[in-house]
């Protein structure tokens, strides 16, 4: 057993998800788009900016491993649409298309096996990719568990889901 092979191979299961929790792409399967501006009661954001929040923060993290001159947003306001920001089809489709699209770059980071995982990223000696792939895959988890939670609240599975 080859342990590089190992480590990638959980790496991708940890960005995929679908281990002990669901995955990105079933939390917004079949959402209806009446409902992605809707507020839940006692919450201050939309399914949809929970998505775009989402999107943002995995993107500024494929960005800090590639990019020796990304600057990250400022925290937290960067990192969220603003509070009354609305969407449209077109956004929604394009928060959903992006967020995997920049998915499956870290997924091709991670499986590239010239890619040292446990290197320091140059212009951040204190971080390694490895690391990021583990913040970006929890961060991600902890935020599609809150969704799937939102949909509960707002009634918005499919009808026979349970």
Known sequence: MNPDKVVRAELLHLLRGGNAHMTFDQAVAD???DK???KPP???????????HIRIAQWDILEFIQNPDHISPSW????????????????????????????????????????DLYAPIPHSRDYTIFREILVVSDHTAYHVGEFAILRQVMGSWPEGRN
């Open 76 to 115: 937290p306001a960067g990192y969220w649409p603003a509070r009354g920001a609305e969407a449209d089809e077109s956004n929604w489709n394009e928060t959903i298309g992006s967020f995997r699209e920049d998915l499956q770059s870290l997924q091709d980071i991670v499986s590239n096996p010239n890619t």
């Open 31 to 33: 959402f209806p788009l």
């Open 36 to 38: 992605i501006n809707s």
């Open 42 to 52: 006692s919450t201050i954001f939309t399914p949809w900016h929970l998505l775009e």
